[in-house]
């Protein structure tokens, strides 16, 4: 990662895997290429993205294509991950290092189980506000990558050198001590702002002022916190409020990538968030009803909106 004509490759052409292109593109129109197939490769090949109001013809290369790149980021969701895994295979190289800026708490460990941890380091975003519709990306708030080893008490070899990169293509990060703890935290907003936008259909400026937001919200997050207590995960009461320092940030017309899901009729992460907890929470002897709750609730928003599209 010394020079730029190394490769930075990203799986997953969401609004953060544009926005992520649009970073190295402006660092170096020869740094960055997508990896997709089929409709997405030929909407990607003919439209590229456009992100805050500026056109991207970020490379596209299909599965067969693709060249081991230094840094491959996997940017997809989550019920998408098994066919990501398969279609990143000649992009991962003896030097690779992949970063999952996924939701979830286990995208990590899915893709080791197929390429070895040795190759995988720890990653979400925090704090940033895009929305995305159809091709196109605005964002007020870049956020920042947290990312790194599961323990980072001390900065490894490919930890300096992705942070590296990152300092000069501009991307916001942070090293974190405990990126399992990170993870969770993520995970518990997730859990908290990401269902119940969709289910009230909430920007961020109303998950700050509505009261049946809140109260959903934080009932959601302190059903994830109970959790990770149980499986020794050093989340508290006082995260729910360090989330609020990170909601106060965003800005208020923006909306959760679930909200816009729900809102494109797209498939959500539900599964991953409250599905994972209630399972969780059975293994664990822990009830967990406000996500049982938001669960049905999007299950129900899902089935309608099929419903829908096969009437239309």
């Not at 970020?58 to 940017?75: G, K, M, Q, Y």
């Amino acid at each position: 990662m010394k020079t730029y004509g190394e490769k930075i490759a990203i799986i997953g052409a969401g609004a953060l895997g544009a926005f992520y292109g649009s970073i190295f593109y402006e660092m170096d129109p020869t740094s960055v290429f997508f990896i997709a197939s089929g409709e997405r490769y030929d909407r990607l090949k003919h439209d590229g993205v456009i992100v805050n109001g500026k056109h991207y013809a970020i490379t596209v290369v299909s599965p067969e294509e693709a060249i081991p790149a230094c840094l491959l980021i996997v940017a997809v969701k989550h019920h998408h991950l098994d066919n990501a895994i398969r279609e990143m295979k000649k992009a991962v190289g003896q030097q690779t290092v992949i970063l999952s800026v996924m939701n979830g708490i286990d995208s990590e460990e899915c893709i080791g189980a197929v390429y070895g941890m040795d190759k995988v380091v720890y990653g979400l975003t925090l704090g940033i506000d895009a929305v995305r519709k159809r091709n196109s990306v605005n964002y007020s708030n870049q956020g920042r990558i947290l990312f790194g080893e599961k323990r980072n008490t001390e900065l490894t070899e490919r930890v300096r050198r992705i942070s590296d990169l990152f300092n000069r293509a501009g991307v916001a990060y942070v090293i974190p001590p405990d990126m399992i703890r990170s993870l969770w935290f993520k995970y518990m907003i997730n859990a908290g702002a990401n269902q119940t936008s969709a289910v009230l259909r909430a920007s961020y400026g109303a998950l700050r002022t509505s009261s049946e937001a809140r109260r959903l919200m934080d009932s959601a997050m302190r059903e994830v916190i109970s959790i990770a207590k149980a499986m020794q995960v050093d989340l508290s009461e006082e995260d729910v409020g360090e989330w609020y320092k990170v909601l106060e940030t965003l800005n208020p017309e923006g909306k959760t990538s679930m909200l816009q899901d729900v809102e494109a009729g797209r498939k959500t992460e539900v599964d991953m968030l409250a599905g994972t907890i209630i399972d969780l929470g059975k293994l664990h002897g822990i009830l967990t009803p406000v996500n049982q709750k938001l669960f049905d609730e999007l299950k129900r928003i899902e089935a309608s909106e099929n419903t829908t599209r096969r009437q239309v």
